[in-house]
């Protein structure tokens, strides 16, 4: 199985306070993988890392990324697209849909405005956002709507593998549905691989084929979804999982 990402001892220190410790872990091409953990355990850190995006000048880093083969640079940095947490910050606000989705063709490709054109109209299409809209400010959409439309960005850039963090917390239960819908569509017909971070395990485990737990910046434990649903062999794990039924029962 090929890798498209591979962490290996990974660690990151700020003023002498550990925040990940000894990480190591695989994305495979095409697989859908998640991370696990609690709030603090170190999860948007690593994706920062990961990203070389906000790292605080005093911050220590030692350990591998790599990007297939090669060492993560930032030139092969653009195959890992991130969706974040909350897409409404990370747009302008003073462009329009239209501008948004052009920006990374902008940066990255050499297309003609009737290629750009081209592409964004097919995905507005999938993502059945109507296009009429491509005029509208990006302040008028709803959660859900960025939430598609940064994945939308993201896939415009052609990536390798798209990197969500918590890409469903804050929006409502239906339209969370549909990010999961979505989301394994992207996988199932555009085979890019994600990698999925998150602290609600039924999310996570609706969607993963391999999970990762982290606590505190380390990882506790690894394994397939179904291994980890039935068979979870380390404390925090099963108190996430004990979590999940307290609140079923509720
Ligand atoms: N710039 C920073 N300086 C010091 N501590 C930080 C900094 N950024 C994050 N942390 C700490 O790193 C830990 C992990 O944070 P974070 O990666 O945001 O976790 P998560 O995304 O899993 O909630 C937390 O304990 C947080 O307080
Ligand atoms: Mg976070």
Redesign the pocket.
């Known amino acids: 199985m090929e890798n498209v990402l591979t962490i290996q001892n990974l660690n990151y220190s700020?003023?002498g306070?550990k925040?990940l410790e000894d990480i190591s872990l695989k994305i495979q091409k095409g697989k859908i993988t998640g991370m696990i953990?609690?709030?603090?355990?170190?999860?948007?850190?690593?994706i920062r890392v990961i990203l070389n995006i906000l790292i605080?000048e005093k911050a220590e880093i030692t350990g591998d990324i790599k990007i297939k083969k090669e060492i993560a640079t930032d030139k092969n940095r653009r195959l890992i697209q991130p969706v974040f947490q909350d897409p409404g910050s990370y747009f302008n606000p003073r462009w329009n849909l239209q501008r948004c989705l052009e920006e990374p063709f902008d940066i990255l490709f050499a297309y003609s405005k009737e290629e750009k054109q081209k592409k964004i109209k097919t995905l507005l299409d999938e993502f059945s956002i109507p296009e009429k809209y491509l005029h509208q400010s990006i302040r008028r959409f709803s959660g859900g709507e960025l939430q598609r439309i940064s994945l939308m960005r993201a896939i415009l850039c052609q990536p390798e593998i798209l990197l969500m963090?918590e890409p469903v917390s804050g929006l409502d239960p239906l339209i969370q549905k549909d990010a999961v819908r979505l989301i394994r569509n992207l996988n199932l017909t555009k085979k890019i691989s994600i990698f999925l971070i998150s602290?609600d395990i039924d999310f996570i485990s609706s969607l993963c084929d391999y999970i990762y737990v982290?606590q505190n910046?380390k990882i506790v434990e690894e394994n397939f979804t179904a291994e980890i649903l039935q068979n979870a062999r380390h404390e925090y794990t099963k108190l996430i999982l004990e979590s999940r039924n307290l609140s079923e029962i509720r």
């Open positions: 700020i003023k306070k925040i953990g609690g709030s603090g355990s170190g999860k948007t850190t690593l605080p963090d602290h982290i910046g």
